[in-house]
């Protein structure tokens, strides 16, 4: 059975503030997830929250190939 919410519309304000406290670093990521994860937020902000944390997983990934491809490729040519 499908929920049904009915979610206040986030104002200007809100969302100017939440990605005021996004930019904090460190506090930014930990309030991703207590978005994401906690009960009591408005369910966009915390779907929002979900993929923002979905990205920095992707991105995480992506940075670490990178740097193990270059990593081998450098080590491959100071060990020849």
């Known amino acids: 059975m499908e929920e ?14 939440t ?10 990521l930990i309030m991703l997830f207590v978005w994401g994860f906690g009960a009591g937020h408005n369910p966009n902000k915390a779907n929002w929250a979900k993929a923002m944390l979905l990205w920095y997983a992707v991105l995480v990934a992506l940075t670490i190939f990178i740097f193990l491809i ?3 490729a450098l080590f491959t040519t100071m060990s020849a």
């Open 19 to 28: 990605t005021l406290i996004l930019a904090i670093p460190m506090v930014g």
């Open 70 to 72: 270059f990593g081998a």
């Open 4 to 17: 049904q919410y009915n979610a206040e519309v986030m104002s200007v304000k809100e969302w100017f503030i």
